[in-house]
């Protein structure tokens, strides 16, 4: 699993070396807007990089690094920024591959990832663009992939894709915020990734719904998860167990 958006708790690392988990351990740097960022900010990236890495170095459930998530890749300024961090983390470790989470498309992004050893994107085809659109999915999704791959040839894994689902929610076709709209994201999602050889894999986001801040977007909770608040399955679920 990946410590998406922030170290987690030391006993969660000695659980995942017990238990045999893999794990991408990533800082505490989420959706980093560039026109705020300053010499002050990249100081305590660095701290807290720096401080990761020694708290977690000799843990063997730790295979790689993550600097960021979602931050504004799409700004000139981002790239100068990523690559000290990237020579940071290569020259304090430089026997786990590192890497940073991006979103959005490959046209916009001005190139941070290269200073990089794997590429993670986090996308939602027919979620918060072409809503509703699951015929049109695949087609989109793959030119996105194809995308990033031709921009900067690097393996890739998807660390976050999915749709929202209230359990108990049904609905056929399959509309929007149903269990059988999740449950053919997904479908749709993996038969691409199939077909693509730079694909390394890929998370599902998320594990179980998790609460969040108020937002017209977000009826209490965010409701991707493949498991209930309180641990049930959703119909996404067993196909998963199937898979």
């Known amino acids: 699993f990946r410590t998406s958006h922030y170290p987690y708790s030391e006993e969660i690392m000695q659980m995942a070396d017990r238990q045999g988990f893999l794990i991408i351990d990533e800082t505490a740097a989420n959706t980093l807007a560039f026109n705020a960022v300053n010499e002050k900010i990249l100081k ?12 977690d170095k000799n843990h063997p459930s730790v295979i790689m690094w993550s600097i960021s998530n979602e931050c504004e890749t799409w700004e000139e300024s981002s790239v100068p920024y990523f690559k ?6 290569k020259r304090l470790d430089d026997t786990r591959p590192c890497t940073m989470v991006i979103t959005g498309e490959a046209t916009e992004d001005k190139g ?7 590429l993670c994107l986090n996308t939602y085809p027919a979620w918060y663009g072409n809503c509703g659109r699951l015929d049109k999915l695949e087609d989109i999704f793959e030119k996105t992939l194809d995308g990033f791959y031709k921009k900067f040839n690097m393996p890739i894994i998807l660390t976050e894709f999915g749709a929202d689902a209230i359990a108990g929610m049904h609905s056929l076709p399959e509309e929007m915020w149903s269990e059988e709209y999740q449950k ?22 998320n594990f179980a719904d998790f609460k969040t801040g108020q ?8 409701y991707k998860g493949v498991f209930t608040r309180d641990r049930q399955p959703k119909m996404v679920a067993h196909f998963l167990k199937q898979m």
């Not at 000290?84 to 983390?89: F, N, R």
């Open 215 to 222: 937002h017209t977007a977000r009826p209490i909770l965010n």
């Open 112 to 118: 941070a990832i290269q200073y990089f050893d794997i």
């Open 44 to 55: 305590e990236h660095q701290k807290q990089l720096q401080e990761l890495y020694h708290r």
């Open 84 to 89: 000290v961090l990237a020579e940071d983390i």
């Open 184 to 205: 053919v994201t997904v479908e749709k999602i993996l038969n691409v990734l199939r077909r693509k050889d730079y694909i390394l894999g890929e998370q599902i986001w």
